[in-house]
């Protein structure tokens, strides 16, 4: 079996990739990570894995059958992707690649697409008893409203519209857009909830982390939070059929009496995932137990509540 693990569109993930090496040399000492980027010798994640292969864009046609050499020629045993646009292709791809000997560690596609579509997704949280932000009719507008894309990711694309003269005629006109209640962090705590899924789509972890403050549409500021939101998500999504891995469920919760409001699943490791590393929720390691040692793993909170994270910008020099 081959226990080397291939980490694709790795950026500037440099904690994640550190997390899956330290895991792995403790498990498989001569196993090796390594990683993929459109500009590997751009990526500081990819200066630091065990070797960064130069890839082109998910969307090219040619990228399956790079990404099926890659995993060949390295011996990969396990795929982890990490943005939003390449979850659907993976997904699609994970039976094949299994039949190779190699495990693409992202849910199954129809559960994928639920949530690559955020009108999809906003009708998953209703079936769970979770309430969405309310949708606005922009012919008797409301204000202030949010507007996002159906399909967008790290924020892009969203903006608050606080007086009709910023609703544009382009604006409209784009059918990717959706208008809703905008919920005021005056009010409201925003949270990301980093949950691991084992084979059995059960879920063995859940670790809200609170947004203390956001950059770019990830997270630079944040604290765990053991609080009443563990019991509420383990009881709606205690077995989610087809998922696996890591998933992040952002929600809002206003203070005072708890309105809890689902925003957006992301089906992958989210951008703040080393803050639930450090607070003891170690993800790469159960995934390392249960594909490469055949392990079937408990649920767990043996997590610290309070581990608080500061981002701040280093640099790779080369």
């Known amino acids: 079996m081959n226990t080397n693990i291939l980490i694709t569109s790795a950026g500037k993930r440099v904690a994640l990739v550190r997390s899956f090496m330290q895991t792995l040399k403790t498990y498989f000492p001569d196993s090796k990570v390594y990683t993929t980027d459109c500009a590997p010798h751009l990526s500081p994640a990819g200066y630091i894995s065990d070797g960064c292969v130069g890839v082109p864009r998910v969307t090219t046609p040619e990228y399956p059958e790079i ?20 979850l659907l292709l993976l997904s699609s791809l994970k039976d094949e690649f299994i039949g190779n000997g190699v495990r693409i560690i992202v849910p199954d596609l129809p559960f994928v697409s639920i949530c690559r579509d955020k009108r999809k997704t906003a009708g998953y949280f209703e079936s769970k008893g979770i309430r969405v932000p309310r949708p606005v009719d922009m012919n008797n507008p409301v204000f202030p409203i949010f507007a996002k894309p159906c399909d967008g990711s790290c924020s892009i694309g969203t903006r608050l ?120 929720a170690r993800f790469p390691e159960l995934l390392v137990r249960e594909y490469f040692l055949g392990e079937e793993v408990p649920y767990s909170d043996d997590w610290k509540d309070g581990a608080l994270m500061l981002r701040y910008d280093d640099a790779v020099f080369v």
């Open 67 to 86: 990404l099926r050499s890659i995993c060949e020629r390295y011996r990969i045993g396990m795929v982890v992707p990490t943005i939003d646009t390449e």
């Open 161 to 280: 519209i606080s007086s009709a003269d910023q609703i544009t005629s382009e604006l409209l006109a784009d059918d990717r857009m959706m208008y809703m209640e905008w919920l005021d962090n005056k009010e409201y705590t925003e949270y990301t909830v980093d949950m691991y899924f084992g084979r059995d789509s059960c879920v063995k972890c859940i670790v809200p982390r609170e947004r203390i403050e956001v950059r770019a549409g990830e997270i630079s500021k944040g604290r765990t939070c053991k609080s009443f939101l563990v019991p509420f998500l383990k009881d709606r999504f205690a077995n989610v059929p087809g998922c696996m891995g890591c998933i992040c469920v952002q929600l809002f919760v206003r203070r005072g009496d708890d309105d809890i409001v689902g925003i957006e699943i992301n089906p992958r490791f989210g951008g703040g995932y080393p803050l639930s590393e450090y607070a003891g």
